[in-house]
Every structure is written in structure tokens, then in C-alpha cells.
């Protein structure tokens, strides 16, 4: 994302967002199939998005800006979505009481939501994020950037929505377990 006017900084993040939490909805069900079978793995959003897949990318940009030393590209490619993570499984064991990983039973693992196995997965899928699928997103959003300036809203609408019905659904159901 290059420097631009602060509204269509924020359509665009908006659209890497939303378009990176569906493909991690996706790359987390294909993930399930090849393990276990089964074209399903709950995530904590009831529609087909994974937020951490959408915050990871869009700070990977943010912290990398224009560099291009490789050091610092491997290193960011590895702590942000490692970071990413972990912060995601605290707070959703705080707030929700339930742990939708665990990788406990892994060598390298931090009260199990990071473990050193996943965290090279991630520098890996990382890398290839920088060098492949981000910049042919980027295509795609000049192509699309007039659409999205009507549908964007819509569907961000649509993402607060599920996140406000999933908050609330969850919350319920960790209080209801509690008594």
C-alpha cells in the first residue's frame, strides 16, 4: 500500500481486510480437510472469516513499509503473525473462556496458542503473501477500486453485523456455561 489520501488508504486496507480474513477462512478449512478429512474448522465468527488472517497481513505492511532487507522482511514475516496469534488466543480465551486451538502439545508452544512449528508455517505463508498474493491483490483492487468504493461499505456493514451476532452468541453461551 503506497501513501495516499487517508480515505483511500482506509477503502483499501478495508478491502485487503475483509478479502485476507476470507482467505483464511478458506486456507483454514482446506488445512482441515488434508488433516482431518473434514472441510469444516469452527472459527470464532460465525460467517466465513478469520480476522487474525486480515490484521496479520495488513501490519506485516505497515511495519515493513519499503524495506527491502531481507533480514527484516524474514524476521517481521515470522514475529507479526506469531504475534497476531497469541494475541488472538488470549483475548478470545478471556473474553469467550474457550480456546478454539491448542497447541500444548507442541514442542515450542506458549500456553498454547503459538508453538514454533506454526509460527515457520506462518513465516513461510508469509513470505509468499509479500512476493505473490499481495501484489497480484493489489491488480485486483485498481481493477476494482470504483466497485469497491460502493460494495465496500455493504460489506463491511455485513462484517459488523457477524461480528456484533458472534459477540453476542458467544458471550451468552460462555455465561450460560458458567452457571
Known sequence: MDERHGDTLVAESLFYFLLYSLFGYILE???SLGTTGVFWKEGFMKGPYKPMYGFAPLLLLLFLGESR????????????????EYV??????????RQWWDYSNNRGQLHGHICLRFSLYWGILSLGFLHYIHPLMERVYAGLESVWNIAGPA?????LADLAWT?????SDWKQSLI
Request: with cysteine.
Open 29 to 31: 478449512n482446506v488445512y
Open 167 to 171: 459477540y453476542k452468541t458467544r458471550r
Open 69 to 84: 532487507n531481507p533480514f527484516l522482511i524474514v524476521l517481521l514475516c515470522l514475529a507479526v503473525p506469531t504475534a497476531v
Open 88 to 97: 488472538s488466543g488470549y483475548l478470545l480465551r478471556t473474553l469467550f473462556g
Open 155 to 159: 460489506l463491511l456493514l455485513l462484517f
